[in-house]
């Protein structure tokens, strides 16, 4: 029947014989079992016919027929789902296609149901209203330093064409001083654009222990000031920030508070407590708080005097105000800085209030 055998360790072992006993060309699946019986190894053969697979010929075709049929429904509902799914997608880049500068207030449909295609869609509108909101202070911004810079051009020429219809009549030193007046204001206002700038685009600055009542001395030695300044700066009060940009910060608020007291300025430099709790000033508060004797900023106007170009009422007059820009450089210096500026009640005048996080360092 067969000669083959188990190989050692095996017991048992399986092969498929064709011919010889079982006849020509049939087979038979032979397996091979060692056993021990009387002291001695024997090896048992035992055969079963070989089993083939037999289908009919047209069941395979008609399962094959069925299942390239299943796949090509599957496929195509699947096809069908995945635009159907992605309609609002393509909705959305068409609206964004569309869109312009001159166009922002447009905004992508934003399909009924829940999914991440509607929060896809929110998070564009939500990106959209930003984007419209930054132009819109852009164009503000563009359309007010225009016309601040184009009232002293305006002045110098005035007086340069007086100076030229009647040069008899012109007073060569006078005409000079109003000119140079114009030109002071006209560099002004382009130093603190260009502040405003810099403030915008995040530029960096050096960092320094300061001592902030020493600051506010240096600062109250280079000026003129037109009223009586009653500053109260004891040392040790250091902060740690940029000399230049917190010296800019703390002339623009002396100069506000010059500009609008009646006789006085009084300048308090304390450490104060962490303000309810609030993470920027763990290490503790430095303070610096200018009070004038003026007529003071009515309380639902307090927030608007550090918007960009803006002046109030009882100080519109370019002759008397800057071009309403000293506040908000200011504040966005106090920001940058991890501190606040803000306006505090006061029984006269007007009250600001700048807190710094106080510096551990000497």
Request: charged residues 25%.
């Given at each position: 029947?067969?000669?083959?055998?188990p190989?050692?360790?095996?017991?048992?072992?399986?092969?498929?014989?064709?011919?010889?006993?079982?006849?020509?060309?049939?087979?038979?699946v032979?397996?091979a079992q060692?056993?021990?019986?009387?002291?001695?190894?024997?090896?048992?053969?035992?055969?079963?016919?070989?089993?083939?697979?037999?289908?009919?010929?047209?069941?395979?075709?008609?399962?094959?027929?069925?299942?390239?049929?299943?796949t090509?429904?599957?496929?195509?509902?699947?096809?069908?789902?995945?635009?159907?799914?992605?309609?609002?997608?393509?909705?959305?880049?068409?609206?964004?296609?569309?869109i312009?500068?001159?166009?922002?207030?447009?905004?992508?449909?934003?399909?009924?149901?829940?999914?991440?295609?509607?929060?896809?869609?929110q998070?564009?509108?939500?990106t959209?209203?930003?984007?419209?909101?930054?132009?819109?202070?852009?164009?503000?911004?563009?359309?007010?330093?225009?016309?601040?810079?184009?009232?002293?051009?305006?002045?110098?020429?005035?007086?340069?064409?007086?100076?030229l219809?009647?040069?008899?009549?012109?007073?060569?030193?006078?005409?000079?001083?109003?000119?140079?007046?114009?030109?002071?204001?006209?560099?002004?206002?382009?130093?603190?654009?260009?502040?405003?700038?810099?403030?915008?685009?995040?530029?960096?600055?050096?960092?320094?222990?300061?001592?902030?009542?020493?600051?506010?001395?240096?600062?109250?030695?280079?000026?003129?000031?037109?009223?009586?300044?009653?500053?109260?700066?004891?040392?040790?009060?250091?902060?740690?920030?940029?000399?230049?940009r917190?010296?800019r910060?703390?002339?623009?608020?002396?100069?506000?508070?010059?500009?609008?007291?009646?006789?006085?300025?009084?300048?308090?430099?304390?450490?104060?407590?962490?303000?309810?709790?609030?993470?920027?000033?763990?290490?503790?508060?430095?303070?610096?708080?200018?009070?004038?004797?003026?007529t003071?900023?009515?309380?639902?106007?307090?927030?608007?005097?550090?918007?960009?170009?803006?002046?109030?009422?009882?100080?519109?007059?370019?002759?008397?105000?800057?071009?309403?820009?000293?506040?908000?450089?200011?504040?966005?210096?106090?920001?940058?800085?991890g501190?606040?500026?803000?306006?505090?009640?006061?029984?006269?005048?007007?009250?600001?209030?700048?807190?710094?996080?106080?510096?551990?360092?000497?």
């Amino acid at each position: 029947m067969a000669r083959f055998r188990p190989e050692a360790p095996q017991l048992r072992t399986v092969q498929e014989v064709c011919g010889g006993v079982f006849g020509a060309g049939r087979c038979r699946v032979v397996v091979a079992q060692r056993v021990y019986h009387d002291g001695q190894d024997w090896t048992v053969y035992s055969a079963a016919p070989v089993r083939t697979f037999d289908v009919a010929p047209g069941l395979v075709a008609g399962l094959a027929a069925g299942s390239a049929l299943v796949t090509a429904a599957v496929a195509y509902g699947a096809r069908r789902s995945v635009r159907r799914a992605l309609t609002p997608v393509k909705a959305i880049s068409a609206e964004l296609d569309e869109i312009n500068t001159s166009e922002l207030g447009r905004r992508v449909p934003v399909p009924a149901g829940r999914g991440e295609i509607y929060d896809l869609a929110q998070s564009v509108n939500y990106t959209l209203d930003r984007l419209e909101e930054t132009f819109e202070q852009q164009r503000r911004f563009t359309s007010d330093a225009s016309h601040e810079l184009r009232s002293p051009i305006t002045a110098i020429r005035a007086q340069v064409e007086d100076a030229l219809l009647a040069p008899e009549e012109t007073d060569v030193r006078e005409i000079g001083e109003a000119v140079l007046r114009s030109i002071d204001r006209l560099q002004a206002i382009a130093a603190d654009l260009l502040t405003l700038t810099r403030l915008d685009a995040g530029a960096p600055c050096e960092r320094e222990p300061l001592d902030l009542g020493r600051l506010v001395a240096d600062e109250l030695g280079h000026r003129r000031a037109v009223h009586t300044m009653v500053p109260r700066l004891p040392p040790g009060v250091t902060v740690r920030g940029d000399r230049i940009r917190l010296g800019r910060l703390i002339t623009n608020l002396l100069d506000n508070a010059d500009r609008h007291a009646a006789s006085s300025v009084s300048l308090e430099v304390r450490r104060d407590e962490s303000p309810d709790g609030d993470p920027r000033f763990l290490s503790g508060t430095a303070v610096l708080e200018v009070l004038d004797d003026g007529t003071g900023i009515p309380g639902d106007q307090r927030e608007r005097v550090f918007q960009r170009f803006t002046r109030l009422d009882t100080a519109r007059s370019r002759g008397a105000g800057g071009a309403g820009l000293g506040l908000p450089i200011a504040r966005q210096i106090a920001e940058s800085h991890g501190g606040s500026l803000t306006i505090i009640d006061s029984p006269r005048g007007a009250r600001f209030l700048l807190r710094l996080p106080l510096s551990r360092e000497p």
